[in-house]
């Protein structure tokens, strides 16, 4: 079909971090009501129930080569530290000779298949690693760079491949990263060519084999890129071009220009196109019986237009999620994207991943896990947290309780103006201003996504936060005129859906700041700065909160103040410690651990 005109960023089937000095509230505000209960249905899921109480423990690369012994070992160790669940690598990563080679995978599954034997006999479930769009070979470049002229995807499928703006194959050689040895091939394939049929027959053979859980990796356009000076942009092979054609009415672009409507269009289109993919093989996942889940390594980052990856998109196909996040030591940024991933889908179960090399990491990625997530997962050579299984154990009940409680604020992510502003950051900017400044207030909000923007999604807001968004469409401010707007930025409204300049900018009558907002609470709080709350409701209404409080260097105090009248019992969990209690008018506690998580109920 030709639709040239038609307008991309509708068509989404469609997210951070640093504090601010911000005014303190002199005051709570009206006390708000505890949180109505919700309908259980609305948590009603197809997946199944050990996805959402997950102990993951790192089985880590399984080779053709490995004896049952091995195995066996391994698994052993998994039971010790009273893990349910391990996932496991086919060798290092997702190689050519042992995934796509036939020889070479049918022995790979001979050593699955004893795998997940012995794990069922344990009472384990198994997870298999696989990528999405990446293949490696190694052994393909000798210690000159050469090729060796074995066989490898680039040579035995070269019409598979992702092609860049220049009609150039993306395939790399001789490179040395934290997963590619120098002597190792690195391809990338297309989500449109025949890869994508034999990537679903591989599922149905581990399936087969006797594994519960597939997790995907690595689905980008295209992933590596060594050269930081000159950003190859995938992909515009001859499957993807024909895709983008019939849904577009454009020929894929030759250049790389935000001014253009073609390029614009192909930035959304990736981020479709990847979606697709993923729904796809998840379709296929679910249809053998395998639970699938998918890592997002972008995150709500700007590299998720660069890769299109863009989670607000790939985050909606029937995928449990796992955002993979490397920190660089700002846990802000760890706990501002957990928080995103686990508002795209409340239903699904997620894995929150990190690499911690030492102690105080270790103990902060499982903060940051179970504060947005039931499920921990210690990578591999991570240091369990002293206490972290038995804190599980305790907060079991609670976890099967908890609903994320956002308060009456949204804060609007929005990819079309991420995709619009990627040379100068201006929506991502102000975006992660306005949920830092959110945070350091401590006021609870829900995060939405612009582009699938509905008035039911809004039920219960009063006050839509637009941080540095430009392009809005006539629909979606009709929708946000009806509540309070705090525009963040100079150009919010400014724009149309199809990035064209308006004559008249957009006027929203309801205008505030961001000091008019008050944390909507049916208590009072004060906590120390660098204390993050995430905070959750009853599912059945009752007047309970849960509070998961994280502190990357813990100091200060958590401060509760009752309504007028009332009383507030809290009883307090930490890493290594039993629980606590108190009650009164006003609950100080100190805060003195990583992860403090606060149940809080009204006498």
Known sequence: ???????????????????????????????????????????????PEWMFSMRLWPFDILTPEMSDA?????????????????????????????????????????????????????????????????????GAYDENCNSTGIPTMANSYP?????????????????????????WEDAWVSPYSGYRDFLKKRIEELTSAGVDGIYIDACFLPGFQPDEEHFRWGSTDPAFAAAFKEYTGFEVPEEEDLESEVFRAFLSFRHIAIADYLEDLAKTAWDNGLVPFWESSTGDTPEGTRLGNETAVTGRCGLGFSPEVETGGDWLVALRMAKTARELNQERPMIYLSW??????????????????????PTADSPIPEGAFDLLDCLEEMFDRRVPYG???????????????????????????????????????????????????????????????????????????????????????TRNENWNIRDNPLIFSQQVTLNDITPALPFGLDASEGTVIEYYGDLEGKHTMYLFAVSPNPSGMITLHAAPGRELTVTVYRLGNTSTE???????????SPLMVLAVSEK
């Open 1 to 47: 079909m030709n639709t040239k005109g038609r307008n991309i960023f509708t068509l989404l089937p469609l997210l951070m971090f640093s504090f601010f000095l911000f005014p303190s509230c002199d005051e709570w505000g009206p006390y708000s009501p505890w949180p109505a209960a919700r309908d259980p249905r609305i948590y009603a899921t197809n997946f």
């Open 582 to 592: 108190q009650s009164g008018y006003e609950v100080a506690i100190v805060v003195d």
């Open 70 to 138: 091995e195995i066996d070992e391994r698994l052993g160790s998994t039971v010790e530290v009273s893990a349910n669940v391990v996932i496991f690598y086919i060798e290092s990563e997702h190689m050519f000779e042992t995934f796509v080679v036939e020889e070479g995978f049918q022995k790979v599954i001979e050593r699955i298949k004893y795998l997940t034997l012995r794990a069922g006999a344990l009472g384990l479930k198994t997870i298999v690693y696989v990528n999405g769009l990446e293949v490696m070979t190694r």
């Open 356 to 377: 911690s090399t030492g102690k105080d990491e270790a103990t902060m990625e499982f903060a940051v896990a179970i504060a947005h997530s039931n499920n921990y997962y």
């Open 159 to 183: 019409g598979w491949l992702q092609r860049d703006l220049d009609d150039a194959t993306i395939v790399y050689g001789c490179q040395s990263s934290g997963w590619l040895e120098p002597d």
């Open 407 to 493: 308060g009456d604020v949204a804060l609007v992510y929005s990819v079309r103006n991420k995709d619009c502003t990627l040379n100068d950051s201006s929506f991502f900017d102000c975006y992660v201003e306005a949920y830092g400044k959110l945070i350091a207030r401590h006021i609870p909000f829900k995060i939405v996504t612009l582009e699938y923007l509905q008035e039911e999604g809004l039920e219960g807001i009063t006050t839509a936060i637009l941080p540095g968004l430009q392009g809005i469409s006539d629909e979606e401010a009709a929708i946000l005129s009806k509540k309070r707007v705090v525009p963040v930025g100079e150009r919010v409204g």
